[in-house]
Structure formats: C-alpha cells, structure tokens
C-alpha cells in the first residue's frame, strides 16, 4: 500500500522557522511531483508550493521568500523549510505526491499524507 507520510510540524515562535518533510514509502515508488498544501480553521485548504519532478518550484504569494520546497531524489523526500513564521502560518499542512513507479515509470495517481500541526506563537 502506497502512502505519503509528512513529519517535521510543531509549535514554534514567531519568527522561528520549522523543516516539514514528505517520504513515499515503499523502495518502488518515487515522487514525481510534490505539492505543501495547508488549512487554517475555518479556511479553504490552499496550496502553498510546488515541486516539478525538474526541480522547477512555484510558492503562493504570502509565502514567498520565507519558505523553499525542494526534494532529495535519492531519499524521495520532498521538503518544506519555512524561516520568518509568521502566527497566520499556522495550519494543518499536507503533502501531496504524485507518484510513479520505479520499476517501469507508470503513474500510481495522487496521494496524501495524513497532515502535520504548524502552529506559531506571537
């Protein structure tokens, strides 16, 4: 069974910064394309960046500058490093992997990691 698990969250100061991680598991499945999705009480889930199977990556606005997504192929791992948090970082944060077979390269489809507690203090 295929699964994406996501771990790094927790509580952290204003201004502090936290590294989210997001592992497929299973030696026969790698990440093609990774995504950092996030919910807020009582908001839309929204995505907050993206990772190209190339490495190319795209951040929603008020991201920018304060968080990089970027992936380790050989540990098919997809990363969150977030710096300068702010309290309005605080959400329930989601992996979303696109994921491929190693063996033959055939997409496996979508899947989710259960979601890690981001919650910054003022």
């Known amino acids: 069974q295929v699964q994406v698990v996501e771990s790094g969250g927790g509580l952290v100061q204003a201004g502090g910064s936290l590294t989210l991680s997001c592992a497929a598991s299973g030696s026969i499945f790698s990440i093609n394309t990774g995504d950092w999705y996030r919910q807020a009480p009582g908001k839309q889930r929204e995505l907050v960046a993206h990772?190209?199977?190339?490495?190319?990556?795209n951040y929603v606005d008020s991201v920018k500058g304060r968080f990089t997504i970027s992936r380790d192929n050989a540990k098919n791992t997809v990363y969150l490093q977030m710096n300068s948090l702010k309290p309005e970082d605080t959400a329930v944060y989601y992996c979303?992997?696109?994921?491929?077979?190693?063996?033959?390269?055939?997409?496996?489809?979508?899947?989710w990691g259960q979601g890690t507690q981001v919650t910054v203090s003022s």
């Open positions: 990772i190209t199977s190339g490495g190319s990556t």
């Open positions: 979303s992997a696109v994921l491929k077979r190693t063996y033959d390269g055939a997409y496996v489809g979508t899947n």
